[in-house]
């Protein structure tokens, strides 16, 4: 539980079910509360989850089970996030990555 396989692409519900550690049925009805699921269709029309899917799934768990936090909770703060251009992983969005950038330069000029 918890643990997202290397060498894997997609997983289907049954198994990113396993994953996160909830019942399928949770998994359907987090894709309709948080636009941040989106998993994509497999030709037999099976939910299939990428591993950015499984990714955001564990932290919505998190923030659910963990923190204690309400849906509209948890939403708000997966947006705030979103627009801040931070990841639960803490990467940055490629805006701020350039903004860093010129900033370096214009200390070297």
């Given at each position: 539980?918890?643990?997202?396989p290397?060498?894997k692409?997609?997983?289907?519900?049954?198994?990113a079910?396993?994953?996160?550690?909830?019942?399928?049925y949770?998994?359907?009805?987090?894709?309709?509360?948080?636009?941040?699921?989106?998993?994509?269709?497999?030709?037999?029309?099976?939910?299939?989850?990428?591993?950015?899917?499984?990714?955001?799934?564990?932290?919505?768990?998190?923030?659910?089970?963990?923190?204690?936090?309400t849906?509209?909770?948890?939403?708000?703060?997966?947006?705030?996030q979103?627009s801040?251009?931070?990841?639960?992983?803490?990467?940055?969005?490629?805006?701020?990555?350039k903004?860093?950038l010129?900033?370096?330069?214009?200390?070297?000029?």
């Open positions: 539980m918890g643990l997202i290397d060498g692409r997609y997983f289907r519900i049954g198994e079910s396993r994953i996160v550690g909830v019942e399928p949770v998994l359907r009805y987090w894709e309709s509360e948080f636009q941040q699921l989106k998993p994509c269709r497999a030709d037999s029309n099976q939910r299939t989850y990428q591993k950015k899917d499984l990714e955001a799934l564990l932290s919505i768990k998190k923030l659910l089970y963990d923190e204690k936090m849906i509209e909770g948890a939403r708000q703060c997966l947006q705030r979103a801040a251009g931070i990841s639960e992983h803490g990467s940055f969005n490629s805006g701020e990555i903004e860093a010129y900033e370096i330069l214009e200390l070297l000029n």
